[in-house]
């Protein structure tokens, strides 16, 4: 883009020294240029256009909020009147929605012009945007390299330059784990803070939206937006910590944490503790991605935050229980996708049974497939109580284990997102499981419900482009100080300001 924060595309807008219009058209032309990435699912320039003509004229009126004419594009899995949405998966192939998730409505409102529809894991199920329907997102730092999952086309565009943010969704670090493989910054906030109406379901009780873009002060703008009670969906909040769940909660959260963070002059974060699980630093984790972690937390030390060893004992824990937990409800969530209502339907079948077996067997990917027979058989009776149930009780226990460290010995827990750097594609193919264990640091934080961020924080691979990101988890509705710790923390970096070359 010509402009590269939020903010500075703002100002160009409102001084006329560009228009809606003509950053969309910039938009389209590069991910147009860019298609070999695959970060695109759906692209539609009349209807980009038509948005970014309406947010022009509501510049020329006076009647723009901050989002107004800033291009962004949506997962695939949000659906979005007018353009497909497949949730990548041949089994809603050229599904349109006849309306918009909410979203998708609210970024519309703030005057955001949709670029497209993009990439993803079939049903958000996969940790590097491989288990798409419709081939693999290329990593803009490295093309022989995923750019995560599920959420890798989201983080992929933002990289490659092609928008200035994107919406995500996180069950189990969908918006985290892609944002630190591809450079930019993610964050998943508490969960029931940000509405999932009209996001294609796959573990209800975990599924989180959340934006992505290229900076933390960035993401406040989005999530500010983003962050509403919402009536349609059950498990919306009315209330964080007393206040109402409303636009301007995420803003004035931030600005209060800046504003003290200045109080203290050359050491704005006298008084944070950050909680360092040992856990996190253990058997697992590579050299480079430790040494990078290692020295993003001596840089808020020497901000004067003090770091604090934590224990976090049933960090691997997560990884059991997240995989029962979520195929579970995916297995529930997905039986809809029967072949009689709507999604794909086979042509050959000779009753009812058998059609909706072979729509199944057809619609959905392997992936899909494994986690909805995993889920059905830990629901079935017999094994229910030894799996689910027992999952569900680890699930409190580790809830516990971060409130015990955050009411009591930390303000905030940082530490890696990933283990290593991204993976090449189609590695790992013969051991699907390995995708799951890498998964570690972030199933945790989705299964307590809390925000966590991601930033870059360094690089590593081979030739030293695969980027490193930085996890900083705070306790629930603590997304402004999160975002102000990492804005803090960019202030005195440049990771976030490197950008892959893309041609």
Same mark, same amino acid.
């Given at each position: 883009?010509?402009?590269?924060?939020?903010?500075? &595309?703002?100002?160009?807008?409102?001084?006329?020294?560009?228009?809606?219009?003509?950053?969309?058209?910039?938009?389209?032309?590069?991910?147009?240029?860019?298609?070999?990435?695959?970060?695109?699912?759906?692209?539609?320039?009349?209807?980009?256009l038509a948005q970014a003509q309406a947010a022009d004229n509501k510049?020329?009126?006076?009647?723009?909020?901050?989002?107004?004419?800033?291009?962004?594009?949506?997962?695939?899995?949000?659906?979005?009147?007018?353009?497909?949405? &497949?949730?990548?998966?041949?089994?809603?192939?050229?599904?349109?929605?006849?309306?918009?998730?909410?979203?998708?409505?609210?970024?519309?409102?703030?005057?955001?012009?949709?670029? @497209?529809?993009?990439?993803?894991?079939? $049903?958000?199920? @996969?940790?590097?945007?491989e288990n798409s329907a419709f081939g693999a997102c290329l990593n803009?730092?490295?093309?022989?390299?995923?750019?995560?999952?599920?959420?890798? @086309?989201?983080?992929?565009?933002?990289?490659?330059?092609?928008?200035?943010?994107?919406?995500?969704?996180?069950?189990?670090?969908?918006?985290?784990?892609?944002?630190?493989?591809?450079?930019?910054?993610?964050?998943?906030?508490?969960?029931?803070?940000?509405?999932? $109406?009209?996001?294609?379901?796959?573990?209800?009780?975990?599924?989180?939206?959340?934006?992505?873009?290229?900076?933390?002060?960035?993401?406040?703008?989005?999530?500010?937006?983003?962050?509403?009670?919402?009536?349609?969906?059950?498990?919306?909040?009315?209330?964080?910590?007393?206040?109402? #769940?409303?636009?301007?909660?995420?803003?004035?959260?931030?600005?209060?944490?800046? %504003?003290?963070?200045?109080? #203290?002059?050359?050491?704005?974060?006298?008084?944070?503790?950050?909680?360092?699980?040992?856990?996190?630093?253990?058997?697992?984790?590579?050299?480079?991605?430790?040494?990078?972690?290692?020295?993003?937390?001596?840089?808020?030390?020497?901000?004067?935050?003090?770091?604090?060893?934590?224990? +976090?004992?049933?960090?691997?824990?997560?990884?059991?229980?997240?995989?029962?937990?979520?195929?579970?409800?995916?297995?529930?969530?997905?039986?809809?996708?029967?072949?009689?209502?709507?999604?794909?339907?086979?042509?050959?079948?000779?009753?009812?049974?058998?059609?909706?077996?072979?729509?199944?067997?057809?619609?959905?990917?392997?992936?899909?497939?494994?986690?909805?027979?995993?889920? &059905?058989?830990? +629901?079935?009776?017999?094994?229910?109580?030894?799996?689910?149930?027992? %999952?569900?009780?680890?699930?409190?226990?580790? %809830?516990?284990?971060?409130?015990?460290?955050?009411?009591?010995?930390?303000?905030?827990?940082?530490?890696?997102?990933?283990?290593?750097? %991204?993976?090449?594609?189609?590695? #790992?193919?013969?051991?699907?499981?390995?995708?799951?264990?890498?998964?570690?640091?972030?199933?945790?934080?989705? +299964?307590?419900?809390?925000?966590? +961020?991601?930033?870059?924080?360094?690089?590593?691979? !081979?030739?030293?482009?695969?980027?490193?990101?930085?996890?900083?988890?705070?306790?629930?509705?603590? !997304? @402004?100080?999160?975002?102000?710790?990492?804005?803090?923390?960019?202030?005195?970096?440049?990771?976030?300001?490197?950008?892959?070359?893309?041609?």
């Amino acid at each position: 883009m010509s402009f590269q924060t939020i903010l500075d &595309t703002r100002k160009a807008l409102d001084s006329k020294q560009t228009s809606a219009v003509e950053l969309a058209q910039e938009a389209l032309a590069k991910a147009e240029r860019l298609s070999y990435l695959n970060a695109f699912l759906h692209i539609d320039p009349d209807l980009t256009l038509a948005q970014a003509q309406a947010a022009d004229n509501k510049i020329a009126k006076g009647e723009q909020s901050i989002l107004t004419g800033i291009p962004i594009a949506h997962k695939d899995v949000f659906v979005t009147k007018g353009w497909r949405t &497949t949730a990548a998966s041949k089994m809603l192939a050229n599904y349109t929605s006849p309306f918009d998730a909410t979203v998708v409505s609210l970024l519309k409102q703030a005057g955001c012009v949709n670029i @497209g529809k993009l990439n993803c894991d079939e $049903f958000a199920m @996969g940790s590097g945007n491989e288990n798409s329907a419709f081939g693999a997102c290329l990593n803009p730092w490295d093309t022989n390299a995923v750019p995560g999952g599920s959420s890798g @086309g989201s983080a992929a565009a933002v990289a490659a330059d092609i928008v200035l943010a994107t919406t995500g969704t996180d069950t189990g670090g969908s918006v985290r784990q892609p944002s630190a493989l591809c450079g930019v910054s993610g964050i998943k906030p508490t969960y029931g803070t940000v509405s999932r $109406f009209g996001m294609i379901a796959f573990a209800s009780s975990l599924d989180q939206a959340g934006p992505i873009a290229r900076n933390a002060r960035d993401l406040v703008e989005l999530l500010d937006v983003m962050s509403v009670f919402d009536p349609k969906d059950s498990t919306s909040v009315m209330q964080c910590h007393g206040n109402a #769940n409303q636009q301007g909660r995420i803003k004035a959260s931030f600005e209060k944490a800046v %504003a003290h963070y200045q109080t #203290n002059g050359s050491t704005p974060l006298k008084g944070l503790r950050i909680g360092v699980p040992q856990e996190y630093f253990a058997e697992g984790i590579s050299a480079e991605v430790k040494a990078a972690v290692e020295q993003a937390i001596a840089q808020f030390v020497s901000l004067g935050a003090e770091r604090v060893d934590i224990s +976090l004992p049933r960090t691997a824990l997560a990884i059991p229980a997240y995989y029962v937990i979520a195929p579970a409800e995916a297995s529930s969530n997905l039986s809809r996708y029967d072949g009689v209502r709507y999604g794909h339907r086979s042509k050959a079948y000779t009753g009812l049974e058998q059609m909706m077996s072979r729509s199944r067997t057809e619609g959905f990917g392997a992936e899909v497939q494994r986690r909805i027979m995993l889920g &059905t058989y830990v +629901l079935s009776q017999g094994y229910y109580d030894a799996y689910y149930l027992q %999952a569900q009780r680890i699930r409190r226990m580790i %809830a516990n284990d971060f409130q015990e460290a955050l009411q009591s010995k930390c303000d905030v827990i940082m530490g890696p997102v990933t283990p290593t750097v %991204a993976k090449n594609i189609g590695d #790992n193919k013969e051991d699907v499981t390995a995708d799951w264990l890498a998964d570690i640091y972030t199933l945790g934080v989705s +299964l307590a419900g809390l925000p966590a +961020l991601s930033i870059p924080c360094g690089f590593g691979g !081979e030739k030293g482009n695969r980027p490193i990101g930085l996890q900083i988890i705070g306790n629930y509705f603590n !997304e @402004g100080q999160l975002l102000a710790l990492g804005d803090c923390y960019q202030q005195q970096t440049d990771w976030h300001l490197r950008q892959a070359e893309v041609k």
